[in-house]
């Protein structure tokens, strides 16, 4: 195989396919991690016996490929039992945890944090002053989470709601969210004021070679309520929040690792409780279809109240 030409070679070199995965395990990557890497190496080899001239063009090599899936699959079978230890094994670490995570640490980079990001949100509010690019970027770390905004909808409780149709994995539910006036007020903020200045800043920097670039992430920066410093599109709000949680020295926290917390924390609450909450989170395509009819503002609202609750949020 000869990593500077792409082909289809590796499927004749099961022994160097043998070695790659190996070194995978080696650096510590976790049996589902591996695992995933056969089920895209398999997706990807199943598109070229399908999809492609390959069966016509080179059939020996059409058939090597359906070989080689064979042998995935077989991979997979042996890795299944595997992920599933691990899997138990995790849980079980959890259950023996002695100091487990709470809602409370959840949020508590945005407690840390919300001092400085007032300061930042009054100085935005004052006429006579321009925020600097860092404050921007503090601004879009604190907030970050959401794309379509001018679509939002006011509700009487005194908060608006916002949806997310596009999802960056395969959900097919539509994820919506509840923003206090405070936290609406915050959010507007940064887009009438922090938004427009860093892509006010990075279109003066921005070269000659890269006017064509320019008019296409121009279309996309349109689309995405949140760009980042360089004036690029966010597409991981996962790394910013670690860098927010490592400023102000509080444990990290994953979107993950915030949802199992949460949803762990409503073991206390009514049934009706847990679903509103487990429709909020929309872990799932099955959750979300099983809690379909619950998509209304009011439970919305609700939701996102029983949340603060857990958290012991009282603003």
Known sequence: MDPQQPSLEFVRDREKSKLFFHQLTEAKLSKQTVQNYHKSLKRFLVYHTHSTNLRHEDATLHGDCRHFIEYIGVQQKCLSKQVSKEITQKRHDRLIEKDPLTPHDCLAVLKAARRDFLGVVGKACDKDSVLKLTECGFVLYYLEAVKEWDSRVSVQSGHCIVGVKEHKTAAQQVAVFALSDEEEMWFSIYYTHARPQVIKAQSKKRKRDEAEEESEGEAEKEERFFISTTGRPIYNA???????????????????????????????????????????LTHSTVTAEKHYRMKQSGSIVRASQLLAQLAGDTR
Not at 250 to 264: D, G, I, K, W, Y
């Open 238 to 280: 996962s790394n910013d929040l670690n860098r927010l949680q490592a400023k102000y020295k509080v444990v990290l926290v994953t979107s993950q690792l915030a949802r199992r917390v949460f949803e762990t924390a409503t073991k206390s609450m009514s049934d009706a409780e847990k679903s509103l909450v487990a429709d909020y």
